[in-house]
């Protein structure tokens, strides 16, 4: 669709919000960008200001554009897609998406096996984990908070994860490629909260902003608890999609 079809049974409000909706996606309008007036709509569709109204409106509820009073309406960084179904590490489904992922280490050492993890992997209560915490950011904007303990008892080899530098590497490519550790399923939760002062300041937003908090137990096919991760996702930036039946 390039024009505003009058014999077509689709409403036309619906028709100029697919034309502004494939002209943001193909990037004639790009992030940032303030789209045309009202009145400049209306006029270049030949529509009453009302339908420009309400197809931006549409665009709105979509997560496309955000208004900004006195200014117009501007092109909103699209939300990374994440699919529950499958286990795919920060890497794999951001590349996927067409992002460019990278990460900064915060923390990447030995540490006492937290109790609650202990308890649920039946570990004993001084045992160790490796605690790898990261912020992990997409064409270079913090999109989560990462929490990743990982269990050595599964593999001794998995220490070699404290030498590595892990701002470069993925560590679902480091367990599946280099030790050819195979995933078999994962347990996950997901729940709604808000941003602490310091989750707040390194996710690039406001104390109290929405924020969605993951926790993933991973196991390898053996039946072993490889890993358990925390995350923290801002909720502008991020939503995940799943497939029932």
Same mark, same amino acid.
């Given at each position: ?6 014999? *077509?049974?689709?409403?036309? #409000?619906?028709? +100029?919000?697919?034309? +502004? ?6 990037? =004639?309008?790009?992030?940032?960008? #303030? +789209? ?7 006029? $270049? ?30 092109? /909103? ?6 699919? !529950? ?9 951001? /590349? ?5 992922? *990278?990460?900064?280490?915060m923390q990447n050492t030995l540490v006492d096996t937290p109790f609650f993890v202990a308890d649920k992997l ?5 045992? /160790?984990?490796?605690? !790898? ?23 001794? $080899? ?11 590497? *993925? ?7 280099? +030790? ?7 347990? =996950? ?29 991973? #196991? ?6 490889? =890993?358990?991760?925390?995350?923290? #996702?801002?909720g502008d930036k991020y939503k995940f999609k799943i497939r029932k039946g």
């Open positions: 669709m390039k024009t505003i079809d009058r014999s *077509s049974p689709i409403p036309i #409000y619906h028709q +100029l919000y697919e034309l +502004l909706k494939i002209k943001i996606e193909n990037g =004639e309008f790009t992030v940032g960008q #303030y +789209l045309p007036s009202e009145t400049s709509l209306a006029k $270049r569709y030949g529509v009453s200001r009302l339908t420009v109204r309400q197809a931006l409106s549409k665009l709105v509820e979509d997560g496309l554009i955000e208004k900004h009073r006195g200014k117009g309406t501007k092109v /909103k960084s699209r939300k990374n897609v994440e699919n !529950l179904m499958e286990l795919r590490s920060f890497t794999e489904e951001a /590349k996927e998406s067409g992002h460019v992922p *990278s990460s900064i280490v039946n570990l004993p209560s001084k045992s /160790k984990m490796i605690l !790898l915490k990261r912020l992990r950011l997409l064409d270079g904007v913090p999109y989560v908070i990462e929490w990743a303990y990982i269990n050595p008892g599964v593999d001794t $080899r998995l220490l070699n994860i404290l030498e590595m530098d892990m701002s470069k590497a *993925s560590l679902y490519d480091y367990i599946k490629k280099t +030790l050819e550790i195979k995933f078999e399923y994962a347990y =996950e939760t997901l729940e709604v909260g808000h941003a602490s002062a310091e989750e707040a300041r390194l996710l690039s937003i406001k104390t109290g902003d929405c924020v969605a908090l993951r926790k993933r137990f991973t #196991y390898t096919e053996n039946g072993e608890c490889i =890993e358990y991760t925390q995350s923290i #996702y801002r």
